[in-house]
């Protein structure tokens, strides 16, 4: 029998509870009804009704009961990433509920990946704060591109600001590239300019402190890219972070550490913690900086932010 959207949207709208959401959250979290039943004061054979009824209303079954405990079928692995983002919409509702009741407009929750150029960041909010006629309250969640873009689909982010590569999973997602980054090789003032009196020797600069990104990153991958394109095995870092700023403050306070970073970060640090960049010019293929969204309607506050953080990025290439 053909599959009936229309009836299984009437169905669902009439029927489904948000207690049936919790209640797959739960099942994928635990794996067993009787654990779920357990964490939830209620009784197995009212978990398993529960179960039933939302199978019904979906048209098949939700999970597989196998040794290891119960494991999403194909049907529920679709159902309960919309029960996960279905949930965190409810979680933004509260604390918008929470942030008017507060005099603040709403929240909006941006998600950002290292070595993005915090100056153009915080004009980008400010540009936004300033159209909202009360207040915003913008929370910035720092982390990986894969884990970024795993809640931008979930709903408990609402806006990326990752790199656009091959590998990123677009699923749900659209993105618009904001600007391409440049290498540039920092160190302390007296170490970029003796390195800056001759061509890179990659051989030589591979006997030096770096300080790098974790392995499996794009920057990290771009460095180890530059040293075996010469020829060399790249060197083993000192120091792995992605804080700018530690990293300017490591490189400022000796003559042995370098780093490579993008340009704007480069120029970031060059004004706060009196680090220079060595006068070379390098190539690499880093991904763009781009901004993600979820495919449906943006709330206002979205797209007041999505356009400033676009016209920040403009304003910087065109200084550039």
């Known amino acids: 029998m053909p599959f ?28 067993s009804l009787t654990r779920v039943a ?40 679709v159902v309960l990433a919309h ?21 603040h407009a709403a929240r909006l929750q941006v998600g950002v990946i290292p070595y ?10 400010q540009q936004t704060l300033a159209q909202i006629p009360q207040r915003l309250t913008v929370t910035l969640h720092e982390g990986t591109s894969e ?14 600001i990752g790199r656009a590569a091959a590998n990123v999973d677009l699923t749900q997602v659209q993105f618009e590239v904001l600007h391409h980054q440049m290498p540039r090789v920092v160190a302390s003032r007296r170490l970029a300019a003796r390195l800056g009196r001759s061509a890179p020797v990659w051989s030589q600069l591979a006997e030096l402190d770096w300080v790098m990104g974790a392995p499996n990153t794009p920057m990290r991958d771009q460095l180890s890219d530059l040293f075996l394109h010469a020829g060399v095995v790249p060197p083993v870092p000192v120091v792995e972070s992605f804080s700018s700023r530690l990293t300017g403050e490591l490189l400022a306070s000796s003559e042995r550490a370098v780093s490579l970073l993008p340009a704007d970060i480069a120029e970031e640090l060059v004004r706060v913690a009196g680090v220079a960049v060595v006068p070379w010019s390098l190539t690499w293929t880093l ?24 016209t920040q990025y403009q304003t910087m290439t065109s200084g550039t």
């Open 4 to 31: 009936d959207t229309g009836e299984a949207v009437r169905r669902l709208t009439t029927r489904l509870k948000m207690r049936h959401l919790v209640l797959l959250l739960q099942i994928q979290q635990h794996g």
């Open 83 to 103: 029960a996960q983002a279905m949930v965190h919409d409810l979680d933004h509702l509260t604390r918008d509920i929470e942030a008017v009741m507060a005099g």
């Open 287 to 310: 991904p763009p900086v781009a901004m993600f969204t979820r495919r449906e309607n943006p709330r206002e506050t979205h797209r007041r932010f999505t356009q400033a953080l676009r």
């Open 147 to 160: 884990a970024l873009m795993a809640q931008l689909r979930d709903h408990t982010l609402d806006v990326v």
């Open 116 to 125: 993005i150029s915090g100056k153009t960041l915080a004009a980008a909010i």
């Open 38 to 77: 357990e964490h939830m004061a209620t009784s197995q054979p009212a978990v398993t009704s529960s179960l039933a009824e939302l199978e019904s209303m979906l048209g098949g079954p939700l999970f597989d009961r196998t040794p290891r405990g119960m494991t999403p079928t194909p049907l529920g692995a």
